[in-house]
């Protein structure tokens, strides 16, 4: 049990993510599909537990392995992770906010405040750090910058809008940056190791979050800008759907869970557009993501079951 907690991967968070997104996911469509209320809560207590399960064991990690949780932070990609402890925090928060409101706001406040931090903390560490190659470049980049587009959706409840603001000019501004970056790394450069292929997934998150910050911001305006954040996300998606057979034939590592939250966060997004245009077939591509992204999350957390009875996750990785 001691050795597992050394190897804790700080990449779990990712399965606050995913969870979290599936139950904002859910509470969407009670709210707008309606479905019962009763899937969001069980969703809600699921990923609340694993909330406190996950973040609880990396911070004993923390306590007992300080060394090896400063390695993490310090790698050129595993680093990139480390906001996924702010944005798990802003998940919650978010997933929360529809049963409990004044809890969701101290977890909104903790998740802003960290990831501010976090966001200051990465970029430096990408300008002063001499090892940083263009192999290291890879769609897990977005999670600490562009992160910051999720703090508007329950901000907007909570502060004054040039706070909101703030952090979505930063998040959009990056996007464009890293965007950029990202996109000349697979097209000149080798491709993507097969432990981040899945990481692809994580292009869907920036724009289809873009869409849902600026959709609260805007209080339920859907503009050009809007409709250019959604769909961008929605090429994005399609394009994946095109190179699926590259997914399907990859062995279960943690970074399965990448496909996750991005196709939480466009099925979110989509039913926020149902919302407004009540077209048939906007519904029933939000229901078809809805279940996709259902299915997706529990199969997932079956391979991922499977990976920790056979004892596969919380070992030593080969670097």
Request: glycine letters at 4%.
């Amino acid at each position: 049990m001691e050795r597992s907690l050394k190897y804790f991967p700080v990449q779990l968070f990712a399965v606050i993510m995913g969870f979290s997104g599936l139950t904002i996911a859910f509470a969407k469509a009670y709210h707008f599909l309606n479905f019962p209320y009763w899937p969001y809560l069980i969703l809600l207590f699921i990923d609340v537990m694993l909330f406190f399960v996950i973040f609880g064991a990396y911070m004993i990690k923390w306590i007992k392995y300080p060394d090896a949780v400063k390695k993490e932070f310090a790698h050129p990609i595993k680093s990139s992770f480390g906001a996924a402890i702010s944005i798990s925090f802003l998940l919650v928060s978010i997933a929360i906010s529809d049963f409990a409101p004044p809890v969701s706001v101290t977890f909104w406040f903790i998740g802003a405040v960290l990831h501010l931090f976090f966001t200051y903390k990465v970029i430096k560490f990408w300008i002063e750090h001499d090892k940083l190659e263009v192999k290291h470049i890879n769609p897990a980049w977005f999670i600490p910058i562009v992160g910051n587009v999720l703090v508007p959706i329950v901000g907007v409840d909570v502060c004054d809008e040039v706070v909101n603001h703030f952090y979505f000019s930063i998040g959009i501004f990056f996007w464009i940056i890293l965007i950029t970056i990202v996109m000349y790394r697979m097209i000149f450069h080798l491709p993507l190791g097969k432990r981040l292929i899945p990481t692809f997934f994580i292009l869907i998150a920036p724009p289809a979050v873009g869409f849902i910050s600026y959709f609260r911001i805007t209080f339920g305006i859907v503009d050009f800008f809007s409709l250019f954040l959604y769909l961008i996300a929605f090429f994005i998606l399609f394009l994946l759907l095109i190179m699926l057979k590259n997914f399907l034939k990859l062995q279960f590592f943690i970074s399965w869970w990448a496909y996750t939250f991005p196709l939480a966060a466009i099925t979110i997004a989509t039913i926020l557009m149902d919302s407004v245009y009540h077209k048939w077939f906007i519904k029933a591509f939000a229901l078809f993501l809805l279940a996709l992204t259902t299915v997706v999350v529990g199969y997932v957390s079956y391979k991922t079951y499977l990976a920790i009875k056979n004892q596969k996750i919380c070992v030593p990785e080969e670097e």
